[in-house]
């Protein structure tokens, strides 16, 4: 057996398979990583999704927020990877997946049990009354946006720096990990705590660990079972082909 055979004979004989992701899944849908070489920080100042310093000058973050995430990475669409994901949820094959991607591209593929351990960018929060809007382009039509029931400014409803995990996210994701017999690593490194943590927590319990990377990562050699080395578009389309064959 080759390894995609193999991945797709975990797929098969496993109870519950839980799918976790991180940028590596979505930048072959254009969206850069924040962090490495041609990462985000490399062009733009952390400064702006600080918590602090958004309520402090929030009309010249948003300028820079609205261009990276709403003008530019808000055009991306789902790809190979996101759609193979789905279509084993819809068929029954995968019960959960968690995602610390922020864009949405998994629930745009199809994928309907989805956790968002860092929230998502297609949201807009109100942290003075809760309040949560779903994105349009009126929003943004002028900037800062404003909360329309209390005046508040409203941020994007994903985790900036200085800010907690989603609680309830966070515990349904830890809960997810300790259920899975598989659990399938795509595209993270394990460098952003205490997300890296989740895979780690699996193995503990038991699941068998798939990874899928384009490089080693911090898990590759401490807790993987069977490392895949490719993008994650490849590895997901020869999968779903085994699979499926
Ligand atoms: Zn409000």
Known sequence: MNQYQKAAALIKNSKHTTVFTGAGVSVESGVPPFRGENGLWNEYDP???????FYKSPEASWVIIKEIFYDYF?????????????????DGHLETVITQNIDNLHQEAGSQNVLEFHGN????????????????????SELPPKCKTCGEVLKPDFVFFGEAIPEEEEKLSFAEAEKADLFIL???????QPASLIPVVAKSKGAKILE????????????TDLFIQAKATEALAKIESEFYA
């Not at 795509?186 to 460098?191: A, D, F, L, M, R």
Request: net charge positive; hydrophobic share 35%; glycine share 6%.
């Open 121 to 140: 960018s297609r949201f807009l929060i109100c942290n003075e009354c809760g309040k949560r809007y779903k994105l349009t382009k009126e929003l943004l």
């Open 212 to 223: 899928i990377n384009i490089e080693k990562s911090n898990f590759t050699d401490d807790i």
């Open 74 to 90: 808000g055009k991306a669409e789902p790809n190979k990877a996101h759609q193979v994901i789905a279509r084993l949820e819809k």
């Open 186 to 192: 795509i595209g993270t490194t394990g460098e952003i």
């Open 47 to 53: 400064k702006i999704l600080d918590l602090r310093n």
